[in-house]
């Protein structure tokens, strides 16, 4: 097969020179074809089939040990100007790279099949969705590829009629640590990765394409593109609004996304329409839409149960590929927390021994299509997008954020976003407590300067006036035995219930320095088993630790330099300014 595009077929033909793959597979994104790669790599070992009784269509996936997770020490933002990537973004010059890339890349694909991608981050006709076309010779990586993206024909036939497309190369290589790299040049919308078979470092349409490459082009476009769920609300009234949520990681984002409603809120209803990454574009309007640009999960399954995350439970007992679970003897996939069954054989094929470590790999992935979740919304494929009501914003804090609060405006709200941290836990390495600062949750993501991304931010109401509220949530504050305050899961709704009657202008709110707090009352508590003692500490603003926090937020901001834009600077002032009249 050829492309009708010059530009793509002799990219290809480049490839393949250099790379010396034995053949050449473009992939069409057929259920057929599908099927058939799945069957290539059960016979080869690189997957093996569980259960078809109680998982049909599933199967294994257990990488080198040394291969099981985003690598951001050797991830790279190759810009002419290192400050253009900012002291966000590990830095190389786009020559020297590119050099480095071309001897990994010499001969890497020899005695393998190079497998040509076609894709689209969106549905297949919005005019917000992108293409890309990834070269790989990881036919595990195709599989995935075609459960996380629009992949196969019809993407190459917008790719031809267009004729722009984001260039992804990657090849596992020799999965060697000491040649893994993976390399981002912004300027001519290309990605480069080596020496992994990882899902974040070699399905580059997901982190690479849809927020490192997406997040330039959206700021030279004029859009954002955010490491942000998208979840659909419907109120017993038949009001349905669409939010947009960052969450640094292991703050519940997934679980918010496919929340189900609690039998004390009869009559909500909610959708999912994305779990990690958003696209938001103004419409014609001035309004803010969002699409979801992926159009699967490649989700982290440790803690994963029918309690925590329902949908997801059930979406992944069918049509779903793991990496690096354990198995049970009855050859069920087994990780940490899923509260049924025993594990047999550890992530690494061996007999589970508890002494040895955790059965499952705590970054051990299921991958699966967005359409088994069953919270999805057909609108995840509307072309048009949704229109967002709220932003929000959250993150891990013990003692310092409240419950909930809304930023006075949206100059405030960026700065609510750009301050997001949070607190070590013990699953991380260091010390417990420590504050790591992830502005929009965007901190491994960002493709360029963050000074420059809050600047562009900060652009946004130069443009429209219907811009959407902004909000900040912490299910996690605790008190001084460590416990946890608020229930969260699925009463998490509660929460988002007075977010949209703060959208719908249908509650008051009283006004405090850091934005709108709910009054007493204002977070429904029915058939809650919560004191007014405890909602009061969930809401209570320790002013010591605000100015603390501000402080240090202050600091973080200096290491930006003089391209911090000064919105941003005057809010952070106004702020500290307010807390010390306190």
């Not at 501000?550 to 600091?555: A, E, I, K, R, V």
Request: charged share 25%; net charge negative; proline share 6%.
């Amino acid at each position: 097969m050829t492309s009708k595009l010059s530009a793509l077929q002799d990219w290809v033909d480049e490839v393949a020179d250099h790379t010396q793959p034995n053949e050449i597979h473009w992939c069409n994104g057929s259920d057929a074809e599908f099927q058939q790669l799945v069957d290539e790599m059960t016979v080869s070992g690189t997957l093996s089939a569980l259960n078809p009784e109680t998982y049909p269509n599933c199967y294994l996936h257990l990488s080198d040990p040394s291969d099981v997770a985003r690598v951001e020490h050797l991830t790279f933002v190759c810009t002419r100007k290192q400050e253009d990537a900012g002291p966000n973004n590990n830095w190389m010059d786009p020559a020297e790279a590119r050099a480095k890339m071309d001897a990994l890349f010499e001969g890497a694909m020899r005695g393998r099949t190079m497998y040509v991608i076609p894709y689209c981050m969106g549905p297949i006709d919005s005019p917000y969705a992108r293409c890309g076309v990834e070269i790989t010779d990881s036919p595990y990586v195709a599989v995935n590829m075609r459960l996380m993206t629009r992949m196969g024909s019809a993407a190459l036939e917008r790719i031809e009629r267009e004729g722009k497309f984001v260039k992804g190369l990657h090849s596992t290589g020799d999965l060697d640590p000491e040649r893994r790299f993976i390399m981002h040049f912004p300027d001519e919308l290309s990605i480069m990765s080596v020496g992994s078979g990882y899902g974040g470092n070699a399905l580059l349409g997901k982190k690479c394409h849809a927020l490192r490459i997406a997040s330039y082009q959206a700021r030279n476009e004029g859009w954002l593109a955010e490491h942000m769920l998208i979840v659909g609300l419907e109120s017993p009234n038949g009001s349905v609004h669409y939010l947009a949520c960052a969450f640094p990681s292991a703050c519940g984002k997934t679980n918010l996304a496919m929340l189900i409603p609690p039998h004390s809120m009869p009559g909500w209803k909610v959708w999912t329409l994305g779990d990690d990454i958003a696209w938001l574009h103004l419409d014609d309007s001035g309004r803010l839409r969002a699409i979801n640009p992926e159009s699967g999960y490649f989700g982290v399954v440790p803690g994963t149960n029918a309690k925590t995350n329902k949908n997801a439970f059930d979406m992944i007992t069918h049509d779903t590929i793991f990496t690096n679970v354990a198995r049970t003897a009855d050859n069920e996939p087994w990780w940490e927390d899923k509260q049924t069954g025993e594990p047999a054989f550890d992530w690494q094929g061996r007999e589970y021994d508890p002494q040895i470590g955790k059965a499952a790999h705590p970054n051990s992935r299921f991958t699966v299509a967005a359409k088994n979740n069953p919270s999805y919304s057909a609108l995840a494929d509307a072309p048009e997008g949704v229109p967002i009501s709220a932003i929000v914003f959250g993150g891990r804090r013990a003692r310092l954020a409240p419950l909930v609060y809304e930023a006075k405006n949206w100059q405030h709200g960026v700065m609510v976003g750009a301050s997001v941290g949070s607190e070590t836990t013990a699953a991380a390495i260091g010390e417990v407590g420590v504050v790591r600062r992830d502005p929009m949750a965007m901190k491994p993501f960002c493709g360029y300067n963050f000074a420059d991304y809050w600047a562009h931010w900060m652009s946004f109401p130069d443009r429209t006036d219907k811009l959407p509220k902004i909000f900040h949530v912490n299910w996690f504050r605790q008190d001084q035995d460590g416990k946890f305050l608020w229930p969260g899961f699925g009463e998490n709704l509660r929460v988002l219930r007075w977010i949209i009657d703060r959208c719908e202008g249908d509650i008051g709110a009283k006004e405090t320095p850091i934005g709108f707090l709910p009054e007493d009352g204002g977070i429904d508590t029915a058939e809650l088993d919560i004191s007014d003692e405890t909602m009061k500490e969930l809401l209570r603003i320790d002013v010591e630790r605000w100015r603390t926090e501000n402080q240090h937020f202050g600091d973080y901001l200096d290491t930006f330099g003089d391209r911090v834009p000064e919105a941003l600077r005057v809010e952070q002032q106004r702020l500290a300014q307010k807390l010390e009249k306190l």
